[in-house]
């Protein structure tokens, strides 16, 4: 589809900055999808891209991901999100993480971050000593803030559950073979909720040696990369990064459920079709995910303590059951009904579109 600047994933973005610190070396992109519900909000990714096409790609992708995600929590926050270009060698400093809290600092609020893949709660010390405008932050026990990564993985399995429940009308995932697509933050902390509950984990990450490591940890196994999401599984769940629900692998699926942690799991909308036309359970990411911005946002906004923050993951599973309700009365397919509605909460279209 050609779009008014000719980017293919541009989707009226409000606002796109491309930053350049000579100095450090930092090069940066920051979009701003919507600020229809409040500032902006959405994690750094730290990644060294083939090219910059590709990171503008994707943080075209994942700001507008973050709108809809912090749209269907019900959060008072629009959706941005920045990537920092990472070199060959994925080394930043000090001085980078500066100018890149420099450069939000100049957006005046428009842009709130916290931490993605690649970043780190000490990251986010550093770019607070030039903004105010980034959550993620150490904090004493018991109180809001942190690594979003936990609450992420929490919401997660919560969605997996709910979603094993619709599927399989089972409610324990004890027994329950789940191929696991990551052995970062978020998918190690799925994993040992679901280990805890007697699910059988396969691991697969593009790091042999922490996928080793987590397999050890929850008693599972190790299977390659390029074949995790057709093994034979009760649940895959992609906890990696996004774009991995395409016309091939979507045709090599070999579950009845997919529910998992990562961004933009779908390469395109018509592969949202796709999997639904295979009777496969599709649980939309940014509804599943979001239970690092929840925190996020109660952080930042301050509207709430620790147990709040977990009454709003605990409403997560609810919304995905009202997602594949309608789903199942319409026809429609669950990625579609989670689009129509995120966009008629920001204002872009109906829901009946």
């Known amino acids: 589809m050609q779009t008014p600047w000719g980017f293919p994933d541009f989707d009226a973005h409000e606002a796109l900055h491309l930053i350049h610190d000579e100095a450090t070396g930092l090069r940066a992109i920051i979009a701003v999808h919507s600020t229809h519900l409040g500032p902006s909000a959405g994690g750094t990714r730290f990644w060294h891209y083939a090219d910059d096409a590709d990171a503008l790609t994707d943080v075209l992708r994942l700001s507008r991901g973050m709108s809809y ?6 959060l008072p926050l629009g959706g941005g999100k920045a990537v920092i270009l990472a070199g060959e060698d994925r080394h930043k400093t000090p001085g980078q993480l500066a100018a890149f809290g420099t450069a939000i600092d100049r957006l005046g609020g428009q842009y709130i971050t916290a931490e993605d893949v690649g970043m ?24 809001v803030g942190g690594d979003p990564g936990p609450h992420t993985s929490l919401g997660v399995f919560l969605g997996i559950k709910a979603a094993v429940k619709r599927a399989l009308g089972k409610d324990s995932l004890d027994g329950l073979h789940i191929a696991l697509q990551g052995a970062g933050s978020v998918a190690s902390g799925v994993a040992l909720h679901a280990a805890a509950e ?23 196994k190790v299977a390659d990369p390029a074949d995790i999401l057709s093994l034979d ?73 620790a147990s709040l923050v977990r009454r709003r993951i605990e409403a997560i599973p609810g919304r995905l059951e009202q ?31």
Request: charged fraction near 15%; hydrophobic fraction near 45%.
């Open 69 to 74: 995600k912090n749209a269907m929590a019900g």
């Open 323 to 353: 997602i594949w309700v309608e789903s199942a009365s319409s026809g429609r397919n669950p990625a579609a009904v989670a689009d129509a509605t995120a966009q008629a909460l920001i204002g872009r279209s109906s829901a009946a579109d």
């Open 233 to 305: 599984a009760d649940v895959v769940s992609p906890c990696a990064l996004g774009a991995i629900l395409t016309e091939q692998s979507i045709a090599a699926l070999n579950t009845p459920i997919v529910a998992g942690g990562a961004n933009n799991q779908l390469a395109t909308p018509e592969d949202g079709e796709r999997i639904h036309a295979c009777g496969i359970l599709y649980a939309p990411d940014y509804v599943i995910n979001a239970g690092g911005m929840i925190n996020v946002s109660t952080e930042y906004i301050r509207d709430g303590d």
């Open 120 to 143: 780190t709660v000490a990251d986010m010390i550093e770019i607070a000593r030039k903004t105010r405008f980034v959550a993620g932050l150490p904090v004493a026990g018991g109180a």
């Open 198 to 220: 007697g699910a059988k984990l396969t691991i697969a990450d593009v790091d042999a040696a922490r996928a080793q490591a987590l397999a050890t940890q929850v008693n599972g």
